[in-house]
């Protein structure tokens, strides 16, 4: 029932830009994988090729600590309304901070949202849909200000420091070469 495509077509493009979470995995040879459900308007589809999503401040920074070891990365994005379907996207990533040259290209293409980390660039080389018969059907609520609300409190200066009280090393003691 899966299928294989070489890159996003205008459809799964469609599917991806309807749905309200996506899921990010990366791991180490060595590490824990870790796996991640991200939401906010955080993400956008370049070309078939590649997408971008912006990472915000949280309690930890894996994906950092891993892609800069190892760059593969999955996305994986399901259906919890209307048609089932799965849809993965494989690729290898690479972590733009904000000094990067690349970010004053793409941190405008997202909203502004405070604690703005990373954006991350994925290279997509294997796209893959399955049904998601088994996904449960879920509505959809609205979207959890908290976040927001926390980073704006703690200001510029606030969520650098937590940066670098929280970010810099990953669970399991590798360097996330950032903050």
Known sequence: MSKLHKGITPKLREFIEQQKIFFVATATADSRINLSPKGMDSLRVVN???????????????????????????????AFEDNPMIL?????????????QDWQFLYPLFPQIPGARQIFDL??????TSCGFAVPLYDYVGEREQLN???????????????????????NGKPTHFA
């Open 123 to 128: 290279n997509i080389d294997l796209v893959q």
């Open 88 to 100: 993965r996207l494989y690729g290898n990533a690479q972590a733009i901070h904000n000094d990067d």
């Open 149 to 171: 609300t926390w980073a704006s409190k703690k200001g510029k200066d606030g969520i650098k420091e937590y940066w670098k009280e929280k970010n810099k090393i990953s669970l």
């Open 48 to 78: 078939a090729n590649r997408v971008v999503w912006l990472n915000v401040t949280g309690s930890g920074n894996e994906t950092a600590a891993h892609v800069q070891e190892n760059p593969r990365m999955t996305l994986m994005f399901t």
